[in-house]
């Protein structure tokens, strides 16, 4: 037990590092392109985006989790994902740019058809690294995966920005994703020892599509689900909307990111090892999400406490953003919460489940989009961004305690009670640190700074600070975390010191 929960604590530890650097970077470079380019050009970007990511649904079949989550894996395995892989991206790539110019054209915007096709090159890159990753991520060393990450996503920023200081617009953001993915597939081969070999088995590909068809088919939801903002808002009011109101999703996405994610990466490999041990598999389960919750909540009420600041600091165009950021803050509570949802199926081995749930959120959104879409027609910018988040956040939050909570009760014994035990702390922080930071900023509106930088960081600061205490009070974990922490470092100097050569080897 004690060596699992140290390369649990091991691979979260490289987990943290792999996504709070990559996150901390993209946040970085977001606020500087952004404030470079406008929200026009990342309306576009996003509307390209969609297209391309809808193919990599195809190219990536699902098998990283297929290949994680597989009890007994061989070589034959990986060497067949590797070419089913790339069989599907030479066959997708000409595809997508026959079809790119039909997309521009469905939304009336010429423009896209010449990103598409700079873009079609992401189908190889990910495709020839999807079988390396999977089998690092198995391995659970995100010691390798944070490496690989960050030093591309570091490379691909710089070229990104130093592109559109030249004046490149719109293509700085293609040339950034494509110099990215580039060395993130370099990197990842680099790191990895496994290498494929000239063989194709049909009984291990029936093996891996067994499991990766129905994960499809829930990635396919899930992007219908995350992509349907920039396909129907693209559609009904074109890039500027689209730019503004995925600006405000990009900075959920980063925290969450930043914090569910950390757990979510390795959540899967860990829960997999208790997948024939349910009682085991579902106090495990509610340990994560209690952990999640703790540091992802109460960073999304800093965030909606900051939210006027961190749009002034992108400039005036962005200001518009600011009211939707803080509603999709609230549904991003739901959302960090619903982040384990994924590799809990896929460690249970329940990935139509997984789908259906997908699926029937896809539905949600998609329909509130189109809806959206016919009912704010004549309104403003600024109401369209704003209203866009009302409905979309009034839609999916009470889809928690409606279908999922109870779902994982039929599939998995796992209680909502358990669950929202769990986590029912953390909002109550995150709500009484926004509502403290309003309070005083209300009060002192006349002596409040105006510079964007130092608003925002006395909206973080206080909000934080608030939230702290109230965790502080109300939840036990938090006032263990220093003690656990010495505790850890303690263990670590002892087996530094049991693992040095003594004093008297040669």
């Known amino acids: 037990m004690g060596r699992g929960t140290t390369a649990f604590g091991t691979a979260v530890s490289w987990s943290f590092v792999l996504t709070s650097g990559r996150t901390f970077m993209t946040l970085i470079v977001s606020l500087i392109l952004a404030r470079i380019l406008g929200p026009e050009a990342f309306g576009l970007i996003a509307m390209a985006n969609v297209f391309i990511l ?36 030479v066959a997708l790539a000409p595809a997508a740019i026959g079809a790119s110019g039909w997309w521009a054209a469905v939304n009336d915007t010429p423009e896209l058809a010449s990103l598409i096709q700079a873009l079609v090159p992401l189908l190889v890159f990910k495709a020839l690294g999807v079988a390396q990753e999977a089998y690092i991520r198995r391995q659970m060393n995100f010691r390798a995966l944070a490496l690989r990450t960050n030093v591309a996503v570091l490379t691909g920023g710089v070229a990104g920005v ?28 680099l790191l990895s020892s496994w290498r494929p070999r000239w063989r194709f088995r049909a009984d291990a590909a029936r093996d891996l599509v067994g499991f990766s068809a129905r994960m499809v088919l829930a990635a ?58 349910r009682p085991r598999f579902n106090e495990r389960t509610v340990e ?30 962005w200001a518009p953003a600011a009211d939707a950021l803080k509603v999709l803050c609230v549904l991003a509570v739901v959302q960090a919460a619903a982040a384990f949802l994924a590799p ?11 789908a259906w749930l997908t699926w029937i959120s896809a539905g949600l959104s998609a329909g509130s989009f189109a809806a959206a879409g016919f009912w704010l027609a004549g309104f403003g910018t ?82 934080g600070t608030v939230i702290l205490a109230v965790l502080l009070t109300i939840e036990p974990f938090v006032r263990q975390v220093p003690s656990l922490l010495r505790e850890r470092t303690a263990r670590r100097r002892a087996t530094a010191m049991d693992s040095s050569p003594s004093a008297s080897d040669p």
Do not use: C
């Not at 809808?54 to 395995?77: D, K, N």
């Not at 130093?162 to 081969?189: H, N, P, R």
């Open 54 to 89: 809808f193919a990599e649904l195809f190219v990536r079949q699902g098998l990283v989790a297929a290949i994680v989550q597989r009890p007994r894996l061989t070589a034959a395995h990986l060497d067949t994902a590797f070419w089913m892989t790339v069989m599907l991206a």
């Open 162 to 189: 130093t592109a559109a200081l030249l004046g490149a617009g719109v293509w700085a953001l293609v040339i950034q994703q494509l110099v990215t993915a580039f060395l993130e597939l370099v990197l990842i081969w």
């Open 220 to 277: 396919l939801g899930s992007f219908v689900n995350t992509q349907s903002d920039a396909l129907l808002i693209g559609l009904f009011f074109g890039p500027l909307v689209v730019g503004l109101y995925r600006m405000a999703v990009r900075f959920i996405s980063i925290m969450l990111e930043l914090t569910a994610g950390t757990l979510q990466s390795v959540m899967l490999p860990e829960l997999s090892r208790f997948s024939e041990d």
């Open 288 to 317: 994560v999400i209690r952990l999640a919750s703790l540091v992802a909540v109460p960073v999304l009420g800093v965030l909606a406490a900051s939210s006027d600041a961190l749009m002034a600091l992108l400039g005036a165009e």
């Open 344 to 354: 809990v199926l896929q460690a249970a081995g329940r990935p139509g489940l997984l």
């Open 382 to 463: 600024e109401e369209q961004v704003l209203w866009l988040a009302i409905i979309r956040t009034t839609v999916f939050a009470p889809t928690l305690f409606v279908i999922v909570l109870p779902m994982l009760k039929r599939a998995l014994s796992l209680r909502p009670a358990m669950v929202l035990g769990a986590m029912w702390r953390a909002p109550i922080a995150a709500a009484t640190g926004y509502a403290a930071f309003a309070l005083v900023r209300t009060t002192a509106e006349n002596s409040w700074p105006r510079m964007p930088i130092f608003d925002l960081l006395l909206s973080a600061v206080l909000s």
